[in-house]
């Protein structure tokens, strides 16, 4: 490969075996219990920039084919168990040309030089990575270190381009105590979806600032099915701290499934203040009504701070209700409210077709000194092949506009065909 990058650390079986932490006794298990898959996704990406602020180019156009391959061992069958997860992901360039990259599809050619995308606009032909991590249980305790895709609500690893966003790092849950989890962890670097190569992690909304440790602690306790309720706490040394408090409850009235989730982030600077005073008070909530094969969502979001949210760049936000496919409308002082609308077509006699349909629309944040507006509609439709040679190929089609004083107005489609096969 070309432009091959290799993240801490791969430990393969043998070398487990060969050192004496895995017995060979024990292989059995550590084997019977594993599993592996490979996803072939292909990603078409076209965003159109011709009336939005920055119009450095007219658009960003860009097809990629990707391969994703993860593994995951069982445990050893030992006082503490032992296991290793493998991921490796190979990129390859189908269309691109200067003047349309950038679509965080594949890494610039500037990102291997080590200079600005300005200076060489280039998409690389091919790009691969790969990484590992060792894990050790004990009970119902888990110990991951290596290469970590974490999905908690502070640090919620992407995946909406070609291949995931990972970090470095170790993290530990553990549910000894019945209807409780608890989890804390450290996260040291990150391998972005537009570059190749781990690298300190930069903050979202103050992308100039950056840092090589974030750590979290949370807890979730869960009753019953219906309710849940989770307070987690999470510092990017010497840039933002913040604590989310989250709660999720659902009730069955005759066909009727009504749920609703509230959140609050509370963000402020942390040690050095890289980023400067920072005060993001977020306060979000949705509820929903689901009836059959249709569900209908409504949300609200406020930022009652003076600065716009801190968080891991590009990662996805499960704890700020209108964070969706390209705005977050987290902007100092912004409101915003959304509509939903989902629906499967399997009640419709079509299996294997979803679709949604939604709306933001934000207000009363400022854009050089006067009150802006701004809105996003997103059209999703999914289909996934149910039966014949193709059984299990999905297509995804997801349609974006945006509208905005701050951002003007912009264009997108993304057409993302996929297919996983189980190897084990």
């Given at each position: 490969?070309?432009?091959?990058?290799?993240?801490?650390?791969?430990?393969?079986?043998?070398?487990?075996?060969?050192?004496?932490?895995?017995?060979?006794?024990?292989?059995?298990?550590?084997?019977?219990?594993?599993?592996?898959?490979?996803?072939?996704?292909?990603?078409?990406?076209?965003?159109?920039?011709?009336?939005?602020?920055?119009?450095?180019?007219?658009?960003?156009?860009?097809?990629?084919?990707?391969?994703?391959?993860?593994?995951?061992?069982?445990?050893?069958?030992?006082?503490?168990?032992?296991?290793?997860?493998?991921?490796?992901?190979?990129?390859?360039?189908?269309?691109?040309?200067?003047?349309?990259?950038?679509?965080?599809?594949?890494?610039?050619?500037?990102?291997?030089?080590?200079?600005?995308?300005?200076?060489?606009?280039?998409?690389?032909?091919?790009?691969?990575?790969?990484?590992?991590?060792?894990?050790?249980?004990?009970?119902?305790?888990?110990?991951?270190?290596?290469?970590?895709?974490?999905?908690?609500?502070?640090?919620?690893?992407?995946?909406?381009?070609?291949?995931?966003?990972?970090?470095?790092?170790?993290?530990?849950?553990?549910?000894?105590?019945?209807?409780?989890?608890?989890?804390?962890?450290?996260?040291?670097?990150?391998?972005?979806?537009?570059?190749?190569?781990?690298?300190?992690?930069?903050?979202?909304?103050?992308?100039?600032?950056?840092?090589?440790?974030?750590?979290?602690?949370?807890?979730?306790?869960?009753?019953?099915?219906?309710?849940?309720?989770?307070?987690?706490?999470?510092?990017?040394?010497?840039?933002?701290?913040?604590?989310?408090?989250?709660?999720?409850?659902?009730?069955?009235?005759?066909?009727?499934?009504?749920?609703?989730?509230?959140?609050?982030?509370?963000?402020?600077?942390?040690?050095?203040?890289?980023?400067?005073?920072?005060?993001?008070?977020?306060?979000?909530?949705l509820v929903s009504a689901a009836y059959g094969f249709q569900k209908v969502t409504l949300g609200y979001q406020y930022n009652a701070g003076d600065s716009a949210l801190p968080f891991l760049h590009d990662t996805d936000l499960p704890g700020v209700a209108n964070a969706i496919q390209v705005l977050r409308f987290d902007r100092a002082?912004?409101?915003?409210?959304?509509?939903?609308?989902?629906?499967?077509?399997?009640?419709?006699?079509?299996?294997?077709?979803?679709?949604?349909?939604?709306?933001?629309?934000?207000?009363?944040?400022?854009?050089?000194?006067?009150?802006?507006?701004?809105?996003?509609?997103?059209?999703?439709?999914?289909?996934?092949?149910?039966?014949?040679?193709?059984?299990?190929?999905?297509?995804?089609?997801?349609?974006?506009?945006?509208?905005?004083?701050?951002?003007?107005?912009?264009?997108?489609?993304?057409?993302?065909?996929?297919?996983?096969?189980?190897?084990?």
């Amino acid at each position: 490969m070309k432009y091959l990058q290799l993240r801490s650390p791969s430990v393969p079986l043998i070398t487990l075996v060969a050192s004496g932490l895995i017995p060979t006794y024990a292989q059995a298990d550590f084997a019977q219990d594993s599993k592996a898959a490979l996803t072939l996704r292909n990603f078409y990406y076209n965003h159109d920039l011709r009336d939005s602020k920055a119009p450095a180019q007219s658009k960003m156009e860009e097809w990629a084919q990707g391969f994703i391959f993860k593994a995951q061992s069982g445990y050893t069958d030992t006082p503490i168990g032992l296991g290793v997860d493998v991921y490796a992901g190979l990129g390859l360039k189908l269309d691109s040309s200067p003047d349309r990259s950038g679509s965080a599809l594949l890494p610039g050619a500037y990102d291997r030089a080590g200079g600005p995308r300005k200076a060489d606009p280039r998409a690389v032909d091919e790009y691969s990575e790969a990484t590992a991590a060792v894990k050790m249980k004990v009970s119902k305790t888990e110990l991951k270190v290596g290469g970590l895709f974490p999905k908690i609500p502070l640090v919620y690893a992407g995946d909406s381009r070609l291949l995931p966003q990972f970090f470095e790092g170790a993290m530990l849950d553990s549910s000894e105590i019945d209807h409780f989890t608890f989890s804390l962890g450290q996260m040291r670097q990150v391998n972005y979806r537009e570059f190749s190569g781990s690298r300190a992690m930069q903050t979202g909304n103050y992308l100039n600032v950056t840092s090589d440790r974030f750590n979290y602690i949370g807890g979730t306790w869960s009753p019953d099915i219906s309710l849940s309720l989770a307070i987690w706490g999470g510092r990017l040394e010497d840039v933002y701290q913040q604590v989310l408090y989250t709660g999720t409850k659902f009730v069955d009235v005759g066909g009727w499934r009504l749920s609703g989730t509230l959140n609050y982030l509370d963000s402020d600077e942390s040690g050095a203040a890289r980023a400067g005073n920072l005060d993001s008070r977020m306060a979000s909530g949705l509820v929903s009504a689901a009836y059959g094969f249709q569900k209908v969502t409504l949300g609200y979001q406020y930022n009652a701070g003076d600065s716009a949210l801190p968080f891991l760049h590009d990662t996805d936000l499960p704890g700020v209700a209108n964070a969706i496919q390209v705005l977050r409308f987290d902007r100092a002082g912004e409101r915003s409210v959304q509509a939903r609308y989902d629906i499967d077509f399997a009640g419709l006699g079509v299996p294997g077709l979803t679709a949604f349909a939604r709306y933001v629309h934000g207000e009363d944040f400022e854009v050089k000194g006067v009150a802006g507006k701004e809105w996003e509609r997103n059209i999703d439709v999914s289909y996934v092949i149910q039966s014949g040679p193709l059984k299990n190929l999905a297509l995804r089609l997801r349609n974006v506009e945006i509208q905005g004083d701050a951002t003007g107005r912009r264009d997108e489609n993304r057409v993302i065909i996929s297919y996983t096969f189980a190897l084990k």
